[in-house]
């Protein structure tokens, strides 16, 4: 959405409150033995008592109020009582919500526990891709030089990018225009980032796959050449110079 006046940014930067401290309350609150299912539905709780609505119940009737992914899964993860986390587990959590007309998205990557598969290295290159992409964002700079930006930054840590997968635009729905900031450069792609536009941007770094597939529950994604994933999201305001991270509540780079 374009931010036209002063109680838009104001519910903007609540919303963004929100699931910014969702994201990182769940993270905390993630303990090995525990189902995915009490995780989300312990952010459920949280949501509720800010009186937020889950973005995916509300808009698409997804199975449970956060994408919590684990492991080999990409994105879209469903919570369920018979997903058990371990120790070392690589763990996916995708927050959304709506406040007030407003809506906001992000999500993160971590190691659960010891990191005895050696998982924080894929989730170090993503949060830090991310980090630069934002931090060259600005009005007037093209899509596609950011989506050229983490393509070359993942390659040099040795991983790949989904690229299926794609940041987009959020404010008065949970997606909007623009509708691919993807993970890679699409040559063709003119458009540019606006000045006072709000959009959610990702990361989808991988060790394997470059495609996202759909498994048959109709939700959960897996890479199409197996192998791990891991996203970064913040939900950010475009300026003329460094763009409001809306979204820093999530604490991702602390």
């Not at 005895?116 to 964002?137: C, Y």
Request: net charge positive; hydrophobic share 35%.
């Amino acid at each position: 959405m374009s931010i036209t006046k002063e109680s838009e940014l104001i519910g903007m930067k609540e919303i963004s409150e929100v699931v910014g401290t969702t994201l990182r309350l769940m993270k905390e609150y993630a303990k090995v033995g525990m189902s995915t299912k009490e995780l989300d539905e312990y952010g459920g709780s949280l949501l509720k008592g800010y009186g937020a609505k889950s973005a995916p119940f509300e808009t698409y009737g997804f199975p449970g109020y956060s994408c919590i992914s684990v492991n080999e899964e990409a994105a879209h993860g469903i919570p369920s009582k018979k997903k058990i986390l371990k120790e070392g587990d690589l763990i996916n959590i995708d927050v959304s919500a709506e406040l007030n007309g407003f809506w906001s998205d992000n999500g993160g990557s971590f190691v659960l526990g010891k990191d005895i598969h050696n998982h924080q290295p894929l989730v170090d290159a993503s949060k830090n891709i991310l980090h630069k992409a934002i931090s060259s964002i600005k009005g007037g700079v093209k899509i596609a030089d950011i989506g050229h930006l983490i393509e070359t930054q993942a390659k040099k840590s040795g991983f790949k990018v989904i690229k299926n997968l794609a940041g987009h635009g959020v404010g008065r729905s949970l997606h909007e225009k623009p509708e691919n900031i993807l993970n890679y450069r699409v040559r063709s792609n003119r458009e540019r980032f606006r000045k006072n536009t709000t959009v959610a941007v990702e990361t989808f770094i991988s060790t394997k796959s470059t495609i996202a597939l759909e498994l048959n529950d109709g939700w959960t994604l897996v890479g199409n050449k197996g192998g791990f994933v891991t996203q970064h999201e913040q939900t950010i305001v475009i300026t003329d110079g460094k763009p409001i991270i809306l979204t820093e509540s999530n604490g991702m780079w602390n």
